[in-house]
């Protein structure tokens, strides 16, 4: 079949989502759920294989997840069910400054109190008694240390006290979509292997051919095919650019570890713990804990990893087998190319330090289908700007996991001495870093007013691992009455907070038994 596609004004109405999986029906969902919302006539079909596994270790999201959700209409009291889903309000880091006993930071959800109005970190520089950065500037590392909640009950859906984020089974999130996609937003889901694509005479995909023959047009292809890349990278020979001279990581090995009592408590954070070669995520469910090794294989063996893995679990892991993920850190070149987009793993993957990977999918499809093209002629136009937009966001996602390696004063082995390396940073790390010894992170040193990780991130990790500063000394001026009456007003959230707030388990098992208010 040949289509000139030349037409600048045919109109996009025919969408079709190769690739299942979490990216997959992320997509299908948004890009339905906005053609609802704006009345138009655009019709989505997904595509997927019978015969190819979804990756399915990515538990964590960030706090755009619950925009996300509500924007597909989908309940959060449905979704927690559904998805075996806990509350996440950050990460714990454990001996990434040094290794020694008692270290350990947070990097919560919550941006430090003041935040725009005010920079605490100089006033933090001088407190007394030494308080850690985060439980100094906000309450919610206070939270996740009495393992409470962020939020109640009788809070409406998606909202809480604290900021929050989830933990979720990938597996079930993904075929929680396909049913809200199918039943409720109207997608055509269609099994089937592609065999190859019909191309139009403008080099746009005019349709992907089925292995049993059946063919499946579309004006716009978003390639969710994860590792495989069919479109991106088996029709358009987008190139791959790696990161691996930057990331070191690029193995992990994971297992589900049930609780031992199903009233254990459930961690509402990430634990990231670091190890000789790499670290260990581990990340409580409603049933299970989701626990895994990321590690370079340059620096240890597929075998002494596991076996790291499995002596951090305990006799818990004698009875479980272990799951290996090759991780190829990089991305594309380009994410979208003619009529085809790429988005999840299709575009690229970076070791799972912060929860990126499902974040990325979000932003790619907030930046399509919030704003998608209407007719053939504006598709380059977007294009354009989702390559410069994701470009950047990338070399920004990859710059501030590094700086988690390279601000290291670990010196135990050769895999954090070889990050602590300069020769193995970013462009513009060295740079950055050298200014926020004198000055704290700010917005006005990014490019970007949007950007994936902003300042008050950066100051978390690098307060957080003791990273040497000399702030200018605080003045008697109106901005530090300001931080103090801040500072005050943290402390008063923080004790409201721990009164009012339910043990995380126990919220967990009243949405189960009850459900939040509906929005």
Same mark, same amino acid.
């Given at each position: 079949?040949?289509?000139?596609? +030349?037409?600048?004004?045919?109109?996009?109405?025919?969408?079709?989502?190769?690739?299942?999986?979490?990216?997959?029906?992320?997509?299908?969902?948004?890009? $339905?759920?906005?053609?609802?919302?704006?009345?138009?006539?655009?019709?989505?079909?997904? *595509?997927?294989?019978?015969?190819?596994?979804?990756?399915?270790?990515?538990?964590?999201?960030?706090?755009?997840?619950?925009?996300?959700?509500?924007?597909?209409?989908?309940?959060?009291? !449905?979704?927690?069910?559904?998805?075996?889903?806990?509350?996440?309000?950050?990460?714990?880091?454990?001996?990434?400054?040094?290794?020694?006993?008692?270290?350990?930071?947070?990097? #919560?959800?919550?941006?430090?109190?003041?935040?725009?109005?005010?920079?605490?970190?100089?006033?933090?520089?001088?407190?007394?008694?030494?308080?850690?950065?985060?439980?100094?500037?906000?309450?919610?590392?206070?939270?996740?240390?009495?393992?409470? $909640?962020?939020?109640?009950?009788?809070?409406?859906? /998606?909202?809480?006290?604290?900021?929050?984020?989830?933990?979720?089974?990938?597996?079930?999130?993904?075929?929680?979509?396909?049913?809200?996609?199918?039943?409720?937003?109207?997608?055509?889901?269609? *099994?089937?292997?592609? =065999?190859?694509?019909?191309?139009?005479?403008?080099?746009?995909? =005019?349709?992907?051919?089925?292995?049993?023959?059946?063919?499946?047009?579309?004006?716009?292809?978003?390639?969710?095919?994860?590792?495989?890349?069919?479109?991106?990278?088996?029709?358009? +020979?987008?190139?791959?650019?790696?990161?691996?001279?930057?990331?070191?990581?690029?193995?992990?090995?994971?297992?589900? *570890?049930? /609780? +031992?009592?199903?009233?254990?408590?459930?961690?509402?954070?990430?634990?990231?713990? =670091?190890?000789?070669?790499?670290?260990?995520?581990?990340?409580?469910?409603?049933?299970?804990?989701?626990?895994?090794?990321?590690?370079?294989?340059?620096?240890?063996?597929? !075998?002494?990893?596991?076996?790291?893995?499995?002596?951090?679990?305990?006799?818990?892991?004698?009875?479980?087998?272990?799951?290996?993920?090759?991780?190829?850190?990089? &991305?594309?070149?380009?994410?979208?190319?003619?009529?085809?987009?790429? *988005?999840?793993?299709?575009?690229?993957?970076?070791?799972?330090?912060?929860?990126?990977?499902?974040?990325?999918?979000?932003?790619?499809?907030?930046?399509?289908?919030?704003?998608?093209?209407?007719?053939?002629?504006?598709?380059?136009?977007?294009?354009?700007?989702?390559?410069?937009?994701?470009?950047?966001?990338?070399?920004? @996602?990859?710059?501030?996991?590094?700086?988690?390696?390279? @601000?290291?004063?670990?010196?135990?082995?050769?895999?954090?001495?070889?990050?602590?390396?300069?020769?193995?940073?970013?462009?513009?790390?060295?740079?950055?870093?050298?200014?926020?010894?004198?000055?704290? #992170?700010?917005?006005?040193?990014?490019? &970007? =007013?949007?950007?994936?990780?902003?300042?008050?991130?950066?100051?978390?990790?690098?307060?957080?691992?003791? /990273? #040497?500063?000399?702030?200018?000394?605080?003045?008697?001026? #109106?901005?530090?009455?300001?931080?103090?009456?801040?500072?005050?007003?943290?402390?008063?959230?923080?004790?409201?907070?721990?009164?009012?707030?339910?043990?995380?388990?126990?919220?967990?098992?009243?949405?189960?038994?009850?459900?939040?208010?509906?929005?």
């Amino acid at each position: 079949m040949r289509n000139t596609a +030349d037409d600048p004004e045919r109109a996009i109405s025919q969408i079709v989502v190769v690739g299942g999986g979490s990216a997959g029906w992320i997509a299908a969902c948004r890009l $339905a759920a906005a053609a609802r919302r704006s009345g138009s006539d655009v019709a989505v079909t997904l *595509v997927e294989s019978a015969k190819v596994p979804t990756v399915g270790v990515g538990e964590g999201t960030w706090p755009t997840m619950r925009n996300t959700l509500a924007k597909i209409g989908l309940s959060e009291t !449905e979704f927690v069910r559904g998805c075996d889903a806990a509350f996440k309000q950050g990460a714990r880091f454990v001996g990434w400054a040094d290794g020694a006993p008692g270290d350990s930071y947070y990097h #919560p959800l919550n941006p430090p109190a003041g935040a725009p109005e005010v920079d605490l970190a100089p006033y933090w520089q001088r407190r007394p008694g030494g308080a850690d950065f985060a439980e100094w500037v906000d309450y919610q590392a206070t939270l996740c240390d009495a393992g409470l $909640a962020p939020k109640a009950i009788t809070m409406p859906e /998606y909202a809480g006290q604290a900021n929050y984020a989830y933990h979720l089974d990938a597996g079930k999130f993904a075929r929680l979509l396909h049913d809200h996609a199918v039943t409720t937003l109207g997608v055509t889901h269609v *099994v089937g292997d592609i =065999a190859r694509a019909e191309m139009a005479d403008n080099g746009d995909i =005019a349709s992907v051919v089925l292995a049993d023959g059946r063919l499946i047009a579309g004006d716009l292809f978003v390639d969710c095919s994860g590792f495989a890349a069919l479109l991106i990278g088996g029709v358009y +020979d987008v190139p791959f650019r790696s990161c691996r001279d930057v990331m070191f990581a690029d193995r992990a090995v994971a297992m589900q *570890v049930p /609780y +031992d009592d199903p009233d254990d408590p459930v961690t509402c954070h990430t634990v990231a713990t =670091a190890q000789t070669a790499g670290w260990i995520w581990d990340i409580g469910l409603w049933t299970r804990r989701g626990i895994g090794h990321v590690y370079s294989s340059a620096h240890q063996s597929d !075998e002494a990893a596991e076996a790291t893995l499995r002596r951090y679990i305990g006799p818990a892991a004698e009875k479980l087998s272990a799951r290996v993920l090759r991780i190829d850190a990089g &991305h594309r070149a380009r994410f979208w190319q003619n009529n085809c987009v790429a *988005v999840g793993l299709s575009a690229g993957f970076v070791e799972p330090l912060e929860a990126s990977a499902l974040m990325l999918i979000e932003a790619s499809m907030d930046a399509i289908a919030d704003r998608l093209p209407r007719t053939r002629g504006a598709v380059d136009t977007a294009a354009r700007q989702f390559n410069a937009a994701f470009t950047h966001h990338w070399a920004r @996602i990859i710059e501030f996991l590094k700086l988690h390696y390279a @601000i290291t004063r670990r010196t135990d082995s050769a895999f954090w001495r070889d990050h602590a390396d300069p020769a193995t940073w970013p462009d513009g790390l060295a740079e950055r870093l050298a200014l926020w010894r004198d000055h704290p #992170p700010a917005a006005v040193d990014f490019d &970007h =007013a949007r950007e994936v990780f902003g300042w008050p991130s950066y100051q978390y990790v690098l307060h957080g691992m003791n /990273y #040497p500063t000399r702030y200018p000394r605080p003045d008697a001026t #109106p901005d530090a009455a300001l931080a103090q009456r801040w500072i005050a007003r943290n402390e008063r959230v923080r004790a409201e907070a721990m009164q009012r707030l339910p043990k995380h388990r126990d919220l967990l098992r009243a949405v189960r038994e009850h459900g939040m208010q509906t929005v």
